[in-house]
């Protein structure tokens, strides 16, 4: 009987030290993960990484459903590869290409630390990377011009 405490003792201590020494590098690991299979189930776990998320269910629906609408009009998913992180202080912003077959996304993750546990803060995507690289290269053209 003490044995079977001990175990059971350590493996919640376990899983509880797991759960808050999750990076946002190890949060987004199994993110993707879970993309692949259900983007929806996916969005849920970034979501519940922050107990004040709850209070904001309408949005967090909203949001699921415009990238459920997008992603169907986008053809097969065939992976990320990270843009940028950037870290301040508590805070980790990600941004991701994601790759479909009719045209690329971009995902943006905040992640805030404001004690012992990474947690997302926001999380966006868009399709907007092809208008914002012709306005970057216009700039860059002008440049060159000056």
């Not at 350590?10 to 993707?32: E, G």
């Not at 999380?123 to 060159?144: P, V, Y």
Request: hydrophobic share 35%.
């Amino acid at each position: 009987m003490i044995n079977k405490n001990i175990i059971i003792a350590t493996i919640l201590t376990v899983s509880h030290f797991t759960c808050i020494s999750q990076t946002p590098d190890d949060i987004v690991k199994t993110f993707f993960s879970k993309y692949e299979q259900n983007n929806m189930e996916a969005l849920s776990y970034l979501f519940d990484s922050n107990d004040w998320m709850g209070e904001s269910k309408e949005q967090i629906q909203n949001l699921k459903s415009q990238l459920a609408g997008t992603v169907q009009l986008l053809g097969e998913y065939y992976g990320y590869e990270l843009l940028a992180k950037k870290k301040i202080n508590q805070l980790e912003l990600h941004t991701y290409f994601i790759k479909y077959d009719r045209q690329p996304l971009r995902f943006s993750i905040l992640f805030y630390k404001p004690n012992d546990k990474w947690q997302l803060q926001n999380f966006s995507f868009d399709d907007t990377l092809d208008s914002e690289l012709e306005e970057a290269l216009r700039i860059n053209k002008l440049e060159l011009n000056e």
